[in-house]
């Protein structure tokens, strides 16, 4: 019987040939032993290179609406379920929202997006909206948004305005999503995933690591973005808030949230990988590694409510590296 070793070769190779990756096959990966992951990193990283070439994508947000959300996602420091104290203030106005974009693209980052906390925003709120990402777009950046649970009429209405791009994550596999929320299904953000690509747009769809899933779960949630055919894929890791539900769980170990990445490069090699929240909390000095693990992508800046690394620390990696943007 052929080695770990020689089996994910075996799997790369499969891949690099047009080949797709079984959830058998996917433990294969999972079972990689620590002594061993440097190898499984090699793997990835030649599956990125041939699909992805050694382009980095960069994007930044700005917390446009923040806090008081009536949802109860156990892992979101504005969720109705949380004592976490965050700052509350309505949707910011067109010119603070340009300004914060001007900021942002003067540093090299191609897209920019608006979140916004609650359920949905409001029709008064989405005309407001529209008129920002057409501001955006004239700026020569990729308007990208984070709204909610829109429907496809609302997403055109956003599309015509410029948006590129709509970002909802799945957050985890459909088994254990009840357990982090009860205010919305996993049906609902199926059904506005596929609202955003009938409207025409890109989408950018990931989930949430350290949360309690198993890596059932995390194949689960992989394959579930496969059949999707989402465009890029966020990974965030949990970084355990006071006040959270959520607020005792451990940080996930550096290596583990290194080989989620290898895992989604081999499910999804022609996707992009774009690492996010809880990089910089979890991986501390293996940071670097995340090109070499598979990603091609990264937001960089701070994220709604938690800290992130600066754009010229990012660029910085990059130029190391010898990628461009």
């Given at each position: 019987?052929?080695?770990?070793e020689?089996?994910?070769?075996?799997?790369?190779?499969?891949i690099?040939?047009?080949?797709?990756l079984?959830?058998?096959?996917?433990?294969?990966?999972?079972?990689?032993?620590e002594?061993?992951?440097?190898?499984?990193?090699?793997?990835?990283?030649?599956?990125?290179?041939?699909?992805?070439?050694?382009?980095?994508g960069?994007?930044?947000?700005?917390?446009?609406?923040?806090?008081a959300?009536?949802?109860?996602?156990?892992?979101?420091?504005?969720?109705?379920?949380?004592?976490?104290?965050?700052?509350?203030?309505?949707?910011l106005?067109?010119k603070?929202?340009?300004?914060?974009a001007?900021?942002?693209?003067?540093?090299g980052?191609?897209?920019?997006?608006i979140?916004?906390?609650?359920?949905?925003?409001?029709?008064?709120?989405?005309?407001?909206?529209?008129?920002?990402?057409?501001?955006?777009?004239?700026?020569?950046?990729l308007?990208?948004?984070?709204?909610g649970?829109?429907?496809?009429?609302?997403?055109?209405?956003?599309?015509?305005?410029?948006?590129?791009?709509?970002?909802?994550?799945?957050?985890?596999?459909?088994?254990?999503?009840?357990?982090?929320?009860?205010?919305?299904?996993?049906?609902?953000?199926?059904?506005?995933?596929?609202?955003?690509?009938?409207?025409?747009?890109?989408?950018?769809?990931?989930?949430?690591?350290?949360?309690?899933?198993?890596?059932?779960?995390?194949?689960?949630?992989?394959f579930?973005?496969?059949?999707?055919?989402?465009?890029?894929?966020?990974?965030?890791?949990?970084?355990?808030?006071?006040?959270?539900?959520?607020?005792?769980?451990?940080?996930?170990?550096?290596?583990?949230?290194?080989?989620?990445?290898?895992?989604?490069?081999f499910?999804?090699?022609?996707?992009?990988?774009?690492?996010?929240?809880?990089?910089?909390?979890?991986?501390?000095?293996?940071?670097?590694?995340?090109?070499?693990?598979?990603?091609?992508?990264?937001?960089?800046?701070?994220?709604l409510?938690?800290?992130?690394?600066?754009?010229?620390?990012?660029?910085?990696l990059?130029?190391?590296?010898?990628?461009?943007?």
């Amino acid at each position: 019987m052929d080695s770990l070793e020689d089996q994910i070769r075996h799997l790369e190779e499969k891949i690099i040939n047009g080949g797709s990756l079984s959830k058998e096959d996917s433990f294969l990966i999972v079972d990689t032993p620590e002594t061993d992951i440097f190898d499984l990193f090699a793997s990835a990283n030649r599956i990125r290179r041939h699909f992805r070439g050694n382009t980095v994508g960069l994007c930044s947000i700005v917390n446009a609406k923040s806090g008081a959300c009536p949802e109860d996602c156990s892992f979101c420091a504005q969720s109705s379920r949380s004592r976490a104290c965050v700052e509350v203030f309505p949707l910011l106005d067109k010119k603070t929202v340009i300004r914060k974009a001007k900021e942002v693209g003067k540093s090299g980052v191609k897209r920019f997006s608006i979140v916004t906390s609650g359920r949905k925003v409001s029709g008064k709120d989405l005309s407001r909206l529209a008129q920002m990402i057409s501001g955006i777009r004239t700026l020569g950046l990729l308007p990208c948004a984070s709204l909610g649970l829109l429907d496809e009429n609302e997403l055109l209405i956003l599309k015509r305005a410029g948006l590129e791009r709509y970002h909802h994550n799945l957050e985890t596999s459909e088994r254990f999503f009840s357990g982090i929320c009860s205010t919305h299904s996993y049906a609902d953000k199926v059904r506005t995933i596929k609202a955003a690509q009938s409207a025409g747009l890109s989408v950018c769809s990931g989930g949430i690591f350290g949360m309690g899933e198993t890596w059932q779960d995390r194949i689960d949630l992989a394959f579930a973005l496969r059949e999707l055919h989402v465009d890029s894929v966020p990974i965030n890791f949990l970084v355990p808030i006071n006040g959270t539900a959520l607020e005792q769980r451990d940080l996930l170990h550096p290596f583990h949230a290194l080989k989620i990445v290898s895992l989604y490069r081999f499910i999804l090699p022609r996707k992009e990988i774009r690492i996010c929240g809880g990089r910089a909390q979890v991986l501390h000095e293996f940071h670097p590694l995340v090109f070499p693990a598979g990603a091609d992508g990264m937001i960089t800046g701070n994220y709604l409510t938690t800290p992130g690394r600066t754009p010229e620390d990012d660029l910085r990696l990059i130029e190391t590296y010898g990628f461009t943007l």
